[in-house]
């Protein structure tokens, strides 16, 4: 009894086998694509919000404002007092010795030195717009080791002598009044009547007007009242005879540090006029706050340092507005101070020349400890600029990574939780879309670091993505930068995996799709990610197909941008070839159609997804279309890839394949490729080949078109994959027995044998291949010699050899390896190679003495 030829693809045993195996054994048959990530053009400026943003600019907060002195709010700065007093009785004695009246308070202002303002610059002079030479106070003197002067209430004489015209004046009847030295000198003899400069620390609505408390304009207001609202169990303890303090827990050794350390700073800051000399100021300020533990707002002469810091800001200086900005933020200001300053960081930031600088400050540990510290709703607005400025800093290498280092992911991540429970009806959630978008766009960078990554999949970031763009559907800025976080992340397996366990992606991204069908930068991003969910994942397949609407949802966008695509190519024939696209790189339309068409041919290595596309006529019908319209010379990638799919496709027999319809139509697209200079492309086309060769009408095609002559040829390619194609073209042929003799032209049997010793060692299913196309060709076998010709003793020791199973232990392959080829040679390879040898011996009349030593 003779064997009965087994067409290719055909399973060699009667074991059902699971589709893992079928998928292994067809190999090249069925097979995902890759593709590259979409690219995103980087933004010539750093802005807000990017140029491509959909919403209006009204609708966005601003990217570009100034940022004044007067911007700050001074009754913001005053410290806390921890002690919540009732107004007093006792009324202060004002005297009126200005002229210049501040417009909401008719109380006297201090005058501007002119010869003092002629020293500086316009900005320096709006720094001591303020300053006054006149109010000052009848001291009393304070030894030394305390280094702080006191008035003298019990000294009227000495008052009327310090009082000049233009000046304020304020006395107190009070045992005595605290004086604080701005200028840092200190009056050693209470009777030496010698004048004192000070700065009037009182501005705009707060009041010209104030009481010396312990060296330290620390007036108060009570809310709503425009008297004056001390908040300082100091005055408690005047009234009593106590010690005089502002504040219950200063200390001796702070009042000194401030007059000994930090006084003389300010006051270089005061009269520098240099940028440099100003900078290094800054930073000597800041080292010496941080050493007397002055930072924060408990510190009591908080007013008067940030009151000097506020006005420098008009400088128009970024290396000194960092410093500034630094100092300010580390103060812990807060309502409309913290905006301004947040924004003042932003616009630092926004100058990408300022990285340098700003990667040798600590701007960003300020930031980021506003970010975990804030109210996310009482300051929203300073969160998004701090957010913004954060977002800048993370374009620059050097200060993403100091952002990974400093746990900025789990920051950010915290903090989108707070956003993601903001409920939609709530007032703050519009303007907390405005920050998720820096946010986002923040992690969106994050994402290229491999650290940051780990992070991002340990600390559960795809259900909080997924939570937001769930809630932020209709913000394509939010959604434009969570599914380019995913884009970029979808392409390393451990975060991919993580993607394809939240079931409740696959949903929104088919909503996405559907609502912004049109955009294409949101829907490349997201086809890409599908393309990559399916490429590996066998569950991810079958859960994505079986959302409602996902076949119709991809069937409409490959409709869309086909479309535009034809559009385009109408056009450009209209316009002239001389106007024909010169670059290699797809249009925006093409890269769509490019990973839709991958995400179509990873589904259908499911078995039932599979199928159910293969009879999705309409399916079937755009790709066929594609490769009818479209020039494999203008957009390669574009059409090899719909082959594949239709390949893929093709490999599925069920009732109602839309491929079997339409075989012969797809067979003669397929010639084009063929004939084409593309490698890829006639490669491509051999394997559709191979699985479409199972239908005689295709067979038929093959050989009126002399296909099968193309096909042999390839056999000398030298290359495993396109003589596995090839291969499976010719078993096909040799299923009928009127079309084996076809393998005798061209040599088609020398070219076989050669596959076979060049390559049978290393790839067993390549050898098995060429064994069953000789083992059909010689079904009616009478004579080796007249069958295989010059070929039969080289085939016979091939053969011979091949089947030794020493040949299989390869050592220098890993174990798992060597065992699957171990697997394959016994269950596939030996059983065909030991028949098709058996054939031929005994056919044959003797076996020749020759050896093969090497492959």
């Known amino acids: 009894n003779r ?57 966005r907060p601003p990217s570009v404002f100034s940022v004044h002195a007067s911007s700050f ?53 709006r720094l001591f717009r303020r300053t006054s030479q006149g109010n000052v106070f009848l001291a009393k003197m304070v030894p030394p080791d305390q280094n702080e002067e006191k008035l003298d209430s019990e000294e009227p004489a000495r ?76 005055w408690k303890r005047r009234l009593a005879g106590l010690e005089n303090d502002t504040r219950i827990n200063e200390s001796e050794e702070e009042k000194i540090f401030w007059h000994m350390k930090v006084l003389p700073i300010l006051q270089e800051l005061k009269s520098e006029d240099k940028v440099e000399n100003l900078c290094l100021a800054c930073t000597k300020l800041y080292q010496a706050l941080n050493e007397g533990d002055m930072l924060g707002k408990r510190f009591k002469r908080r007013s008067v340092l940030l009151k000097t810091l506020y006005k420098l800001v008009d400088i128009d200086s970024d290396p000194l507005c960092l410093k500034l900005a630094k100092i300010i933020l580390s103060m812990k200001v807060d309502g409309k101070n913290l905006l301004n300053v947040c ?24 930031l980021l400890e506003v970010l975990t510290t804030e109210d996310l709703q009482k300051n929203s607005e300073a969160l998004l600029y701090c957010m913004g400025a954060i977002k800048f800093m993370s374009g620059n290498a050097v200060l993403l990574n100091e952002m990974v280092s400093k746990g900025a992911v789990e920051m950010l991540l915290q903090l989108m939780k707070q956003i993601n429970n903001i409920k939609e009806s709530d007032a703050y959630f519009s303007n907390l879309g405005h920050l998720l978008v820096q946010l986002t766009a923040t992690l969106r960078n994050l994402a290229d670091l491999p650290q940051a990554r780990c992070q991002l999949i340990c600390s559960g970031a795809v259900s909080e993505l997924c939570v937001a763009l769930e809630q932020r559907l209709n913000d394509k800025d939010v959604c434009t930068y969570i599914v380019r976080i995913f884009s970029k992340l979808s392409s390393y397996d451990d975060f991919c995996a993580a993607l394809a366990d939240c079931s409740r992606c696959y949903v929104l991204f088919l909503a996405l799709l559907s609502k912004h069908q049109k955009q294409q930068d949101l829907v490349i991003r997201i086809i890409f990610i599908l393309g990559n969910l399916t490429a590996e994942n066998n569950q991810a397949r079958e859960q994505f197909f079986k959302e409602k609407g996902s076949l119709n949802t991809l069937i409409s966008l490959f409709q869309t941008y086909h479309e535009l695509d034809l559009n385009a190519e109408r056009w450009c024939h209209i316009r002239g070839r001389e106007e024909e696209k010169q670059t290699k790189h797809p249009s925006e339309a093409e890269d769509v159609l490019i990973k839709l068409i991958r995400v179509l041919a990873n589904l259908s290595i499911h078995p039932s997804v599979g199928a159910a596309l293969a ?101 000398d390619a030298k290359n495993q994959d396109v003589c596995f194609s090839a291969c499976g073209v010719l078993l096909n042929l040799t299923v009928d027995k009127d079309r084996r003799a076809l393998l005798m032209e061209e040599g088609g049997i020398g070219k076989l044998v050669d596959c076979l010793r060049d390559f049978g060692p290393a790839d067993w299913q390549l050898a098995c291949l060429i064994c069953k196309t000789l083992w059909n060709y010689s079904e009616n076998i009478t004579s080796a010699a007249s069958c295989f010709g010059e070929d039969t003793d080289t085939l016979l020791v091939l053969l011979t050899s091949l089947l030794d199973e020493e040949l299989v232990q390869d050592y220098s ?33 003797f076996v020749p003495a020759v050896t093969i030593t090497a492959f």
């Open 159 to 234: 008052m009327s002598n310090l009082c000049r015209s233009n000046d304020t004046c304020l006395t107190e009847q009070r045992e005595y009044t605290p004086f604080n030295d701005e200028s840092g000198q200190l009056i050693c003899n209470e009777h030496s009547g010698s004048k004192l400069e000070r700065e009037d620390v009182l501005k705009g609505t707060a009041g010209n007007f104030l009481f010396q408390l312990k060296g330290e304009s620390d007036q108060m207001r009570k809310p709503g009242v425009g008297s004056l609202w001390p908040r300082s169990a100091g």
């Open 73 to 125: 709010d001074l009754a913001e700065s005053r410290p806390v007092s921890g002690v919540r007093l009732s107004p007093l009785d006792f009324k202060p004695v004002l005297v009126a010795c200005a002229k210049d009246e501040d417009p909401s308070i008719s109380l006297p202002k201090p005058a501007v030195d002119a010869a003092e303002v002629r020293k500086i610059s316009s900005a320096r002079a």
């Open 615 to 715: 009879a999705a006529h309409r399916v079937v019908e755009l790709l066929v279309t594609v490769l009818e319209y479209k020039s494999i010379d203008v957009c390669e990638e574009l059409v090899i890839n719909a082959a594949t799919t239709i390949n893929n496709l093709s490999f599925y027999k069920v009732k109602g394949s839309a491929v079997q319809d339409k075989k012969l139509h797809i067979a003669e697209m397929l010639l084009k490729l063929l004939m084409s200079n593309s490698m890829d492309g006639v490669v491509e086309a051999v394997r559709v080949f191979g699985n479409l060769s199972q239908y005689h009408e295709i067979c038929d095609f093959i050989v009126q078109k002399k296909i099968y002559k193309f096909v042999i040829a390839l056999l």
């Open 813 to 845: 392959l890993d174990r798992d390896l060597r065992d699957y080829h171990k697997r394959y040679w016994e269950r596939e390879f030996k059983p065909v190679a030991e028949k098709l040898l058996d054939r031929i011996q005994s056919h044959h009349s």
């Open 343 to 366: 924004k003042l960081a932003f616009k630092i930031c926004k100058n990408e020349k300022n990285d340098y600088i700003i990667q040798n400050d600590k701007l960003l540990d300020c």
């Open 3 to 59: 064997e009965k030829p087994e067409p290719f693809y055909r399973l060699s045993v009667t074991k059902q086998k699971t589709s893992s195996e079928i998928i292994n054994e067809a190999r090249n048959v069925l097979r995902t694509l890759r593709t590259q990530r979409p690219f995103t053009p980087t933004e010539n400026q750093r802005k807000l919000f990017g140029s491509r943003s959909p919403l209006a600019p009204q609708k």
